[in-house]
């Protein structure tokens, strides 16, 4: 009898900073397939407000609970990683339809160029609003972003500039 081969999937993005939609789509993914690598990688047309690896290392924390999924740096081409890893799919969250008019884009093209399957994700109603600049520009000019990131994520955004907690 012949072993079925195990599902990975890759979850890409900068996660600068992690959100919790982006932990909603991680948990969901796990549960989907036998592994998801959360490949954290840089945006050259994006400025970073957290070094990678300390992206990396909160994401880590973040998701230690869950078994099936490792957090992996990388640089370079999605796809590259995707094929490296031998991925069955690049994992990817849709919260309307300006992100699922670019991420069809993208996912046409890696599997036309590169033979890789994007599976989506719908995000879940309350994070439908949620993302990384956003929630950047809110903690930077010191307002309250506890209820869209993991609460680890809130202790590094309070040392680089004073983001509040409700009742604080």
């Known amino acids: ?37 959360v490949a954290v990688g840089e945006n050259p047309e994006k400025a970073s407000l957290l070094p990678r690896e300390q992206r990396v290392a909160i994401l880590r924390e973040v998701v230690a609970e869950l078994g099936n999924v490792r957090v992996e740096p990388y640089t370079g081409l999605t796809v590259d990683f995707a094929r490296k890893l031998n ?17 069809l884009q993208v996912a046409l093209t890696n599997r036309e160029v590169a033979g890789v399957e994007t599976v989506f994700i719908m995000t879940s109603p309350q994070y439908a609003f949620t993302s990384s ?3 950047k520009q809110i903690a930077q000019m010191g307002g309250d972003v506890s209820a869209l990131v993991p609460p680890q994520v809130l202790q590094h955004l309070r040392r680089l500039g004073g983001t509040k907690e409700k009742g604080r």
Not at 5 to 32: K, M
Request: proline share 5%.
């Open 1 to 37: 009898m012949s072993k079925t081969p195990r599902r990975l999937a890759i979850f890409p993005g900068t996660f600068d900073p992690v959100t919790n939609g982006h932990l909603d789509v991680i948990r969901r993914g796990a549960r989907l397939f036998d592994e998801v690598v």
């Open 133 to 135: 600049s956003l929630i």
């Open 87 to 103: 991925a069955a799919a690049i994992l990817r969250g849709i919260r309307n339809t300006s992100d699922l008019q670019f991420e």
